[in-house]
C-alpha cells in the first residue's frame, strides 16, 4: 500500500484572515510530485485541543501515512504545535541538546556583538528547544527554529505506520526544510508518477461524456479537468495508461476541430473570459 498524508495547517492568523497560508499548497504540490496523494488539508487555531482533533482525525486514516504540520513553533504563548503533539502523542516535552546548544551559542554571539538578550526573553526563547521526546531533528535547520519527525508504529516506512512532521510556518523556513530534510523521505517512500496536461479551448462540459467514460475505463489514471479560457485536462498515472488516456483525448479534440457547431462554443467560451 502507498503512502497518503495529510497536512495540518495550525495557526489563528491564517484563520482570521491577517495571513495568507501558501505552505499547504506548495507542499501538496510536492507530495503530488512523488505520487503521495493527500487525504485532508485543515486549518486549525492555536488550541491544544483543536490540534488533538486533528491528529486524531489524520492518524486515523489508513496508513502508512504521512501527518505534517506547519506553524505555531517559537517563543510565543500562541506557539502551541510541539507541547500539543507531545501531550496527544502522550511523551514528555524535552529540551533537545541540540537545539539548546544552538540558542546558547546564538545568545553568547549577542553579547559579543554588543546586544545581549536580556535574561527573561531567553527564558522565552529556551521554549524553541523543546520537543516531544524521541523527535528527530529533520535537515535543513541553519538557525533556531526547528523541524523535527516522530515515527510512530515503525514510521512511513512501514506498512502501519505512520510519520508526523513538525515544520514552521514561515514560509521560507518551511520551504527550505522540506527540500532538505523531508525530500529525501519522500524519494523513497513515493512512486514515480506520469503526468500530461493539454490545452483546449472549448467549454469544458464539452469534453465531460468522455473524461467520464475514461475514469471509469481507467481508473488508475486520475482525472482532471480545470476550466479557463484555456481549458486544462490534467492526466497522472501509469505511462502506458497515461498515453491511451492522453490519445483518445486527443481523438476528441480533432472530432471537435472539424465541427462548426463546437467552433461557435468555443467562441461564445473565449468571450465569456474576455
Not at 505555531?72 to 507541547?83: F, H, V
Not at 475505463?217 to 490534467?234: F, L, M, N, Q, T
Amino acid at each position: 500500500m502507498s503512502n497518503r498524508a495529510s497536512i495540518v495547517v495550525i495557526g489563528d492568523e491564517i484563520l482570521d484572515g491577517h495571513t495568507r497560508d501558501t505552505n499547504s499548497g506548495w507542499l501538496a504540490r510536492r507530495l503530488s510530485d512523488h505520487g503521495i496523494a493527500v487525504d485532508r488539508i485543515v486549518t486549525v487555531p492555536d488550541e491544544d485541543s483543536a490540534i488533538h482533533e486533528a491528529l486524531g482525525h489524520e492518524l486515523a486514516r489508513p496508513r502508512p501515512r504521512l501527518v505534517l504540520t506547519s506553524g505555531g513553533i517559537g517563543s510565543t504563548p500562541d506557539d502551541r504545535t510541539m507541547a500539543a503533539v507531545a501531550t496527544y502523542l502522550d511523551v514528555d516535552l524535552v529540551a533537545h541538546p541540540d537545539l539548546d546548544a544552538r540558542l546558547t551559542g546564538w545568545a553568547r554571539q549577542s553579547v559579543e556583538d554588543d546586544a545581549p538578550i536580556p535574561d527573561d526573553q531567553f527564558e522565552a526563547m529556551r521554549k524553541m528547544a523543546l520537543v516531544p521526546d524521541g523527535a528527530y531533528l529533520l535537515p535543513g535547520m541553519r538557525g533556531i527554529t526547528p523541524g523535527v519527525g516522530i515515527d510512530l508504529d515503525g514510521g512511513s516506512r512501514s506498512p502501519q505506520g505512520a510519520t508526523v512532521i513538525v515544520l514552521p510556518g514561515v514560509p521560507r523556513e518551511f520551504e527550505r526544510i522540506v527540500d532538505e530534510g523531508v525530500e529525501p523521505l519522500l524519494a523513497e517512500i513515493g512512486q514515480s508518477v506520469h503526468v500530461r496536461e493539454l490545452t483546449h479551448p472549448y467549454p469544458e462540459s464539452a469534453l465531460s461524456p468522455l473524461l467520464g467514460e475514461l475514469t471509469r475505463d481507467h481508473p488508475a489514471v486520475a482525472v482532471g479537468s480545470y476550466p479557463g479560457k484555456e481549458c486544462v485536462v490534467r492526466l497522472k498515472g501509469p505511462p502506458e495508461e497515461v498515453a491511451r488516456v492522453e490519445a483518445r483525448v486527443r481523438e476528441r479534440l480533432a472530432t471537435l476541430e472539424s465541427d462548426p457547431v463546437a467552433a461557435r462554443q468555443s467562441a461564445r467560451w473565449q468571450a465569456r473570459w474576455e
